[in-house]
Structures are given as structure tokens and as C-alpha cells.
């Protein structure tokens, strides 16, 4: 993750119409080239189904970029030149004929990257054809979520994969490992002796990670309503953010020490069992309410909703790590549609100090809270505890804040969107950034416990108002611990 090599290679996405690959990668693509962090000799293949000699697809993914890449980001003199890098080839993937002009199209030359922007259904097939056409020696392959919709299915689309290219030539996207402050997880915990000697249940008592997100469905419905927030959000990305922040000092920054670590602390992962379900996990869907003052509908009323459906649009859960740093330390996870507003943020809670010695009423005030912000406004920042000024006030208590703001302190940088540091990381065939097949097995294996007890015990989500913090019992539950979420207004 150190210096970047800027390496030459093919990428080959397949499912280049769709919408992640015009919303995400081609802008990626284009910030990339801007930077300079495209070699000369690369190309970009864009793979879709639309048949055509690729003038008209070439055109709309134009179209998209301009209106996607910010207008103070456009540049004609990028755009020509990653023009000059982009071809369109119409392809059925799993038709083995087409993929011979692809194969000639790639060469002999540099790697191949082939980036499955498709659903997962047809990873196997599109492996299969790869490999018939010889094109399977010098590729990598990058497979977007969702993988499986539980452990079972998961490991269908992996082995499928894994018969053709081998573990480390496989790259797995949870994008908020992309994040710039999620990486920065790992430079505040293990490049500060500060934090990392109190990282642990002595001094810590207790760890929140939310994802909010004010958006609702956006057109997804048919998607969503079969994957539902645990499976969509709680199995990679929270998961992920839970991983980054308990697991164990790495021995290098190497790909797989990393990742041993992180697997480490998934298969610690207490099971949430049938008679704990009501106290520690709270499902949520939203209702109609408002966002930014504007009425908006609720998830049944969505369109094309079908509405019997009881998939969870929110989630809350006490989680608790079994192993000598965490004993008794509870990781409250919160993930929601229709949030009041977007927040990505981890809250390290610490210890009060063994003795107070302050005026009792000043008690409740004593907290140091680490919070570590990865969006909006990136940034970490330390409550800590201050005498407050003036000779009236005596030995009086105030809390306040030391500000890491990222977004301040790079205000003339532009924040790279996930999308850039992954296909980066590809390019220079890093697998730090991405989830290994151990890993994602061993989130579904934790999350399938989960569902399958909530289905068994057959509760509806609770509702709540969109533009809420989620529904009521959400509250109870960090309550039940004497606790409360940190910062809900
Ligand atoms: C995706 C989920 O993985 O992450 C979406 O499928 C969600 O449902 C998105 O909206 C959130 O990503 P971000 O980067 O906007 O926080």
C-alpha cells in the first residue's frame, strides 16, 4: 500500500452498461487517467450484452461519465485520451464463440483484468469461457457483491470461481474497504503506540458502529427486498468495520497477514442464539415520513413493492467478541434506510478513570470517546476532558474535542472515491483491500445464525417513521446496557 507502481494491463468489464459500471467504475477509470495513474499501454474493454459495433453503447457511456465525473473534474484533454483507451465489444457471457474475438482483442501482452460487474449467476459461466479461450494464465478477477445470499450459495460462486483462477489471483470488492479513513483505521491503530496500548477490554467499554443512510430503495426494490439490510449492509460492510477496529496487530501490511487477522476475529464472533434474539438484535422497516422536510413514501409503498414483504430496511445488533482483548466489551452495530442523514462513524467509548475525584454532579460528563468519521466530513477526533476556564468555575469539567478533520486538513485534495483505490489496487495486484474467501465465509456463517433464528422465531420488523433513527426498540436495546447511541439528535 506504500508507493504506487503505475503497471500496464488490460480490464475487461463485463456488464459495462450497467448501472454500477457507469455510476462507479468508468468515473474511477477517468480520475485514475486524470491522476496519472493509468499506464499508456492500458485498455479498457467494455463487455455488454447490447448487440451493436459499440458507436451507439460508447456514446451513452459518455454520456453517463460527463454527468457523473464533477463539471471542475472534466477535463476534454483526459477524456480523449481515455477515448483512445476504450472499446466496446458485444458479447452474450455465456456464449464460449464470443468469447474468441475477445481473446484476440486482449493479445498476449499484458494482464488481464476482468472485472465481473454482472450478477454473480453468471460468474461461473463467464470463468468457464475465459479459461476455454486460454485467457485464464494472467488474469485476475474482480467479483463485486453480492456474493451468495448465505454461506451455502456463497461457496457455490466461489468454488465455481476458485476451479479456474486460485485465491490469489481473486479480488473481492466490499467497497468501504476503499474508503480513505477506513484505511486510515489501520495508520491510527497500529502506527500510534498511544491507542493500541489501550485497545482492549481494560480501558474500553464499549463500541458503536453505524452506517446510516438517508437514501431509500432508489429503484432497487426487486433487489433488495430479497437480500434485505443484513445481508446487503451488516454482512460485508459493517462487518468489515467491526474486523478493521477489534482484530489483533498484523504482522506486515502483506495482503494476507491482514486478512488472517481479520478472519481471526469473525470466527470470535459469539452466535447470537434463539433466546437472545429479542434483547440483542432489533429489524426495522421503514414507513412513510419525511427526508430533507419532503414526504416520502415507506418501503411497502415503494414502486413495484409487494407489500406482504417483512424485509428488514434497518438493523441493530449487540455483537460480542470472545477472545482476551474483548471479553465483555459489546459492539453495538446500527445500519438503516431512511436514516435522518447519512453517517458513517465508529465511537470508541472508554472506561470512566478508576477514581473519580471530581464534584460528583460533573460524573456523567466523564467519557473519552475516540470517533472515527469515514463519511461524510472523514475525520477523528478525541473528546477529551478539560478544565473549563475562569477563576468562578473552579475545578469545573468540560468535554471538547482534539480534531483530526480530514476533510479540512486536505481541502485542496479531492477525497478519491472507494472505486479508484480498488481498481488501483488491482492494477498493482494488491489483495490487502479485498476479502478473502475464508473471510466472507465466515461472515455468512455468523449472519446465516442470525437469520435463521429471527425466521424461526417469525416476527415482522418493527417500523419506524423514514427520517427516523429506526424504530424504538433500537433505543431499548443499547439502553438495556445503560447505554445510549452516540450523537442521535
Ligand atoms: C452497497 C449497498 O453495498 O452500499 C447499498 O448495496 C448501499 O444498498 C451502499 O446503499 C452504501 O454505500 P455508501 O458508499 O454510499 O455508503
Keep these: 500500500m506504500a508507493g504506487v507502481r503505475v503497471l500496464p494491463c488490460t480490464l475487461?468489464?463485463?456488464?459495462?452498461?450497467?448501472?454500477?459500471?457507469?455510476?462507479?467504475?468508468?468515473?474511477?477509470?477517468?480520475?485514475?487517467?486524470?491522476?496519472?495513474?493509468?499506464?499508456?499501454?492500458?485498455?479498457?474493454?467494455?463487455?455488454?450484452?447490447?448487440?451493436?459495433?459499440?458507436?451507439?453503447?460508447?456514446?451513452?457511456?459518455?454520456?453517463?461519465l460527463r454527468h457523473y465525473v464533477p463539471k471542475a473534474d472534466w477535463d476534454e484533454a483526459v477524456w480523449t485520451r481515455m477515448r483512445g483507451r476504450l472499446g466496446y465489444r458485444a458479447i452474450d457471457f455465456r456464449n464460449r464463440e464470443d468469447y474468441t474475438g475477445l481473446a484476440e482483442d486482449v493479445g498476449e501482452t499484458s494482464p488481464l483484468i476482468a472485472y465481473f460487474a454482472t450478477p454473480a449467476l453468471v460468474y461461473s459461466a463467464i470463468?468457464?469461457?475465459?479459461?476455454?479461450?486460454?485467457?485464464?494464465?494472467?488474469?485476475?478477477?474482480?467479483?463485486?457483491?453480492?456474493?451468495?445470499?448465505?454461506?451455502e450459495s456463497s461457496k457455490v460462486v466461489n468454488d465455481a470461481v476458485a476451479r479456474f483462477f486460485p485465491e490469489d489471483r481473486v479480488y473481492r470488492i466490499d467497497h468501504y474497504l476503499g474508503k480513505e479513513t477506513v484505511q486510515n483505521l489501520i495508520a491510527l491503530r497500529f502506527a500510534n503506540s498511544l491507542f493500541e496500548t489501550q485497545w482492549n477490554q481494560n480501558y474500553i467499554s464499549h463500541v458503536e458502529i453505524t452506517v446510516a443512510e438517508k437514501v431509500g430503495i432508489e429503484g432497487r426494490w426487486g433487489y433488495f427486498d430479497q437480500a434485505g439490510q443484513?445481508?446487503?449492509?451488516?454482512?460485508?460492510?459493517?462487518?468489515?468495520?467491526?474486523?478493521?477496529?477489534?482484530?489483533?496487530?498484523?504482522?506486515?501490511?502483506?495482503?494476507?497477514?491482514?486478512?488472517?487477522?481479520?478472519?481471526?476475529?469473525?470466527?470470535?464472533?459469539e452466535p447470537i442464539t434463539a433466546d437472545?434474539?429479542?434483547?440483542?438484535?432489533?429489524?426495522?422497516?421503514?414507513?412513510?415520513?419525511?427526508?430533507?422536510?419532503?414526504?416520502?413514501?415507506?418501503?411497502?409503498?415503494?414502486?413495484?413493492?409487494?407489500?406482504?414483504?417483512?424485509?428488514e430496511t434497518f438493523v441493530a445488533i449487540r455483537a460480542d467478541i470472545r477472545n482476551w482483548r474483548w471479553s465483555g466489551v459489546p459492539f453495538y452495530l446500527r445500519t438503516g434506510k431512511r436514516m435522518p442523514q447519512k453517517l458513517s462513524q465508529i465511537v470508541i467509548h472508554f472506561k470512566e478513570p478508576p477514581h473519580y475525584i471530581f464534584a460528583p454532579e460533573q460524573r456523567s460528563l466523564i467519557s473519552n470517546r475516540l470517533i472515527i468519521r469515514i463519511q461524510p466530513d472523514e475525520g477523528i477526533s478525541l473528546q477529551v476532558m478539560s478544565k473549563d476556564q475562569g477563576l468562578r468555575k473552579g475545578m469545573q469539567l468540560r468535554s471538547g474535542p482534539l480534531q483530526l478533520n480530514f476533510s479540512e486538513t486536505f481541502k485542496h485534495l479531492r477525497t478519491p472515491d472507494a472505486y479508484e483505490r480498488l481498481l488501483l489496487e488491482v492494477m498493482q495486484g494488491n489483495q490487502s483491500l479485498f476479502v478473502r474467501k475464508d473471510e466472507i465465509e465466515a461472515a455468512w456463517k455468523w449472519c446465516d445464525q442470525l437469520m435463521d433464528g429471527w425466521s424461526k422465531m417469525g416476527d415482522s420488523p418493527k417500523s419506524y417513521a423514514a427520517g427516523s433513527w429506526g424504530p424504538l426498540t433500537s433505543i431499548a436495546l443499547i439502553a438495556r446496557d445503560g447505554r445510549s447511541w452516540y450523537g442521535d439528535v
Design 230 to 269: 443484513l445481508r446487503d449492509m451488516v454482512q460485508n460492510h459493517l462487518l468489515q468495520l467491526l474486523c478493521l477496529t477489534a482484530m489483533d496487530p498484523p504482522a506486515d501490511l502483506s495482503a494476507d497477514s491482514i486478512r488472517d487477522e481479520k478472519v481471526k476475529v469473525l470466527k470470535a464472533l
Design 276 to 311: 437472545q434474539l429479542a434483547s440483542r438484535v432489533v429489524l426495522g422497516q421503514y414507513t412513510a415520513g419525511y427526508s430533507d422536510g419532503k414526504p416520502v413514501p415507506g418501503y411497502l409503498e415503494e414502486p413495484n413493492s409487494n407489500t406482504e414483504s417483512r424485509t
Design 127 to 151: 470463468c468457464e469461457n475465459l479459461a476455454a479461450v486460454g485467457l485464464c494464465e494472467r488474469t485476475r478477477v474482480v467479483m463485486e457483491k453480492p456474493i451468495g445470499y448465505d454461506l
Design 12 to 64: 475487461a468489464i463485463f456488464g459495462a452498461l450497467g448501472d454500477l459500471a457507469l455510476r462507479k467504475l468508468f468515473p474511477a477509470l477517468y480520475q485514475l487517467d486524470r491522476e496519472g495513474l493509468l499506464h499508456e499501454d492500458t485498455r479498457i474493454m467494455a463487455l455488454a450484452r447490447d448487440q451493436g459495433d459499440g458507436v451507439k453503447q460508447l456514446e451513452h457511456i459518455e454520456e453517463r
